[in-house]
């Protein structure tokens, strides 16, 4: 049961980012910056998110104490990243027709990525750890179940995408 919890959080994770993604680069008229930007902010987070949790033991706890519970933050996470990026021009005040700087984009994008991307890594480094108090798995084995649940909810998503669903449709699968 806790590998295919760890397989969700991995599925989860991807499947959402591939969703903001594609909001992100629709809101933001898709040029490269908008897509190196995206990148950025979002690695970013996790990265930053990644390093804080990695040095504070008691957080790390914390978090492992709370699971597999706590992951469903994601859920609320993704909806208000979601809607930050549907509704950015309108909480910005950017009109619709208007071009965005390229500064504006840097900001709206860390701003907007922070959610999703900061709860990957805490859940990450708190599902290696609850895997390791709970059982005999190692980190390694969490690292696979991620990886296969984020490679799963990539390639599912992108089939979707492609056979043509909405964001808010695989949002809701």
Same mark, same amino acid.
Request: contains cysteine.
């Given at each position: 049961?806790?590998?295919?919890?760890?397989?969700?959080?991995?599925?989860? =994770?991807?499947?959402?980012?591939?969703?903001?993604?594609?909001?992100?680069? =629709?809101?933001?008229?898709?040029?490269?910056? *908008?897509?190196?930007?995206?990148?950025?902010?979002?690695?970013?987070?996790?990265?930053?998110?990644?390093?804080?949790?990695?040095?504070?033991?008691?957080?790390?706890?914390?978090?492992?104490?709370?699971?597999?519970?706590?992951?469903?933050?994601?859920?609320?996470?993704?909806?208000?990243?979601?809607?930050?990026?549907?509704?950015?021009?309108?909480?910005? %005040? $950017?009109?619709?027709?208007?071009?965005?700087?390229?500064?504006?984009?840097?900001?709206?994008?860390?701003?907007?990525?922070?959610?999703?991307?900061?709860? *990957?890594?805490?859940?990450?480094? =708190?599902?290696?750890?609850?895997?390791? *108090?709970?059982?005999?798995?190692?980190?390694?084995?969490?690292?696979?179940?991620?990886?296969?649940?984020?490679?799963? %909810?990539? *390639? $599912?998503?992108?089939?979707?995408?492609?056979? %043509?669903?909405?964001?808010?449709? $695989?949002?809701?699968?």
């Amino acid at each position: 049961m806790q590998k295919i919890i760890v397989f969700s959080l991995g599925f989860f =994770s991807m499947a959402a980012q591939a969703i903001v993604f594609r909001e992100f680069i =629709s809101s933001f008229d898709s040029g490269g910056l *908008t897509v190196a930007v995206f990148l950025f902010s979002w690695l970013f987070w996790i990265s930053l998110s990644s390093f804080v949790i990695s040095r504070i033991k008691s957080l790390q706890d914390f978090a492992a104490k709370l699971s597999p519970g706590i992951f469903l933050l994601y859920i609320p996470a993704f909806c208000l990243q979601f809607f930050l990026i549907f509704k950015f021009r309108k909480i910005f %005040g $950017i009109a619709s027709y208007a071009e965005i700087a390229p500064a504006a984009v840097i900001i709206c994008s860390l701003a907007m990525n922070f959610p999703l991307s900061m709860l *990957t890594a805490v859940f990450f480094q =708190s599902s290696a750890n609850w895997l390791k *108090t709970t059982s005999d798995f190692s980190s390694a084995a969490a690292h696979r179940f991620e990886a296969l649940g984020s490679f799963a %909810g990539g *390639t $599912i998503s992108s089939v979707l995408f492609f056979s %043509g669903a909405n964001s808010i449709m $695989i949002g809701i699968i």
